[in-house]
């Protein structure tokens, strides 16, 4: 009979299911979990919770994407084939509990691979294999290496800080998509606490790149943590430079800004990111236009930042017509305005201004780092916003340091700004 003669081929019908399983499980699962990177293999890994475990996602879900990826390879080579087949068994395994306890999604794809690593396990590759012609004598150790291989580069990896430079999140106020980038410290897929936050602005003419190209800050906030003079934090940059420029509501009042910063932007990244909300962990600084939105942001909302440190700020317009010649340059039409309009909004968007009429106690409430270059262009600024600092005694700290305006003097500064907000996000 036929059905006789076929089962003489076994091996070859093993080698068919083994490649058709593997490369199933390698296109359609693995390849997609294996590049999702750091976020997707904390989800993935989020479910190991079931067992109680509350640390350590990232690192299961990244073993858990080698073995739908990394080890389907070697179930359709029939290489480490059972040491393979028991790594996916146990994501199956994993995955078929997770959806029965939790009640998401159906068990029913993970349970169907659970049995068929388990059946395949007991069979064997067939002779239509690697490990058959290498001979079973290397299997042993080969599958210590194997392991070895898998977990080296997954806790190594976690260890790494992230710096993701395109988020978007869509805003109601400015009736758009905004962009944002964010540098998430070292341990944070390796944890599950929650991590202070420094906001840090961006200059005229950049985005939210600028910091992350120019400023290198993923490098400097790595070497500051590693070395102990900053905690670990998470850092957000947000995009103010496309549609109008700058850090706060207009003249006019129809490109809001500054409330899509307090209303939609803080409450978007506090909630999506692990992020304490409590104001004495939670910073602000920036460098130019942005440290003018530091000086802004801290001097308007006291009660939400701890500590501020604009450097080489624009302290802001101390006239109507400096405040029109700011705008033309811009390219914002501000011809619908009046001259009364213009000096109102002027009294509350000038540092010096503000640092002489608003309550001591309020402003005394931040911490204060101001930083400027002895040849930098906004000199003055900075240093009447210290003379009136002094004036009220408000505590604060100025510095005056050989430089221009330049990201050369910037790239300096940062990691003493790390460290003062960091004192802040500490108990001291």
């Known amino acids: 009979m036929i059905w006789n003669k076929l089962s003489k081929h076994a091996d070859l019908g093993l080698l068919i299911f083994r490649v058709g399983f593997g490369l199933g499980m390698l296109i359609f699962h693995g390849w997609g979990k294996l590049t999702g990177g750091p976020e997707a293999w904390a989800e993935v890994g989020g479910a190991v919770e079931i067992f109680g475990i509350g640390f350590g996602h990232t690192l299961f879900g990244f073993l858990a994407a080698l073995a739908e990826s990394v080890g389907a390879i070697c179930i359709v080579l029939g290489l480490f084939y059972r040491p393979a087949l028991t790594a996916l068994g146990l994501t199956m395994l994993v995955a078929t509990l997770?959806?029965?306890?939790?009640?998401?999604?159906?068990?029913?794809?993970?349970?169907?691979?659970?049995?068929?690593?388990?059946?395949?396990?007991?069979?064997?590759?067939?002779?239509?294999?690697?490990?058959?012609?290498?001979?079973?004598?290397?299997?042993?150790?080969?599958?210590?290496?194997?392991?070895?291989?898998?977990?080296?580069?997954?806790?190594?990896?976690?260890?790494?800080?992230?710096?993701?430079?395109?988020?978007?999140?869509?805003?109601?106020?400015?009736?758009?998509?905004?962009?944002?980038?964010?540098?998430?410290?070292p341990d944070y897929h390796t944890s599950e606490r929650s991590y202070p936050v420094l906001y840090l602005l961006h200059g005229a003419g950049d985005d939210q790149t600028g910091w992350i190209q120019f400023g290198e800050v993923r490098h400097i906030a790595d070497n500051a943590i590693r070395a102990g003079k900053a905690t670990p934090m998470v850092i957000v940059m947000p995009d103010a430079n496309?549609?109008?420029?700058?850090?706060?509501?207009?003249?006019?009042?129809?490109?809001?800004?500054?409330?899509?910063?307090?209303?939609?932007?803080?409450?978007?990244?506090e909630e999506r990111f692990r992020i304490k909300s409590q104001k004495r962990y939670r910073a602000v600084a920036?460098?130019?236009?942005?440290?003018?939105?530091?000086?802004?942001?801290?001097?308007?909302?006291?009660d939400l930042f701890s500590s501020a440190a604009p450097l080489s700020a624009w302290v802001?317009?101390?006239?109507?017509?400096?405040?029109?010649?700011?705008?033309?340059?811009?390219?914002?039409?501000?011809?619908?305005?009046?001259?009364?309009?213009?000096?109102?909004?002027?009294?509350?968007?000038?540092?010096?201004?503000?640092?002489?009429?608003?309550?001591?106690?309020?402003?005394?409430?931040?911490?204060?780092?101001?930083?400027?270059?002895?040849?930098?262009?906004?000199?003055?600024?900075?240093?009447?916003?210290h003379i009136e600092l002094r004036k009220r005694d408000i505590p604060h700290e100025f510095r005056i340091r050989d430089g221009g305006h330049t990201w050369t003097y910037w790239r300096d500064s940062l990691p003493t700004v790390l460290h003062f907000v960091s004192q802040a996000f500490h108990q001291y």
Not at 101 to 107: A, D, K, L, N
Not at 165 to 170: A, H, R
Not at 286 to 302: E, T
Not at 369 to 382: P, R
């Open 98 to 185: 997770m959806h029965i306890t939790t009640g998401q999604g159906s068990p029913a794809h993970a349970i169907k691979n659970l049995f068929v690593c388990a059946g395949m396990f007991f069979v064997g590759p067939g002779k239509y294999s690697l490990d058959c012609g290498l001979g079973r004598k290397i299997t042993g150790s080969a599958a210590v290496l194997a392991l070895a291989l898998f977990l080296v580069p997954g806790s190594t990896f976690a260890q790494h800080s992230t710096v993701h430079d395109e988020l978007t999140m869509q805003s109601d106020i400015l009736d758009s998509e905004r962009k944002y980038a964010i540098y998430l410290p």
């Open 316 to 385: 802001g317009p101390s006239s109507v017509e400096q405040y029109k010649n700011t705008m033309e340059r811009w390219g914002n039409d501000i011809s619908t305005v009046s001259d009364e309009e213009i000096a109102s909004y002027v009294k509350r968007h000038n540092a010096v201004e503000l640092i002489r009429s608003l309550p001591a106690e309020d402003i005394g409430s931040v911490r204060w780092f101001i930083d400027c270059g002895d040849d930098d262009f906004l000199y003055e600024g900075n240093s009447l916003a």
């Open 286 to 302: 920036g460098l130019s236009m942005g440290g003018g939105g530091s000086f802004m942001y801290a001097l308007h909302r006291p």
């Open 242 to 269: 496309t549609g109008v420029r700058g850090y706060f509501n207009d003249v006019s009042n129809t490109w809001r800004y500054e409330d899509f910063f307090f209303e939609e932007l803080m409450p978007h990244v």
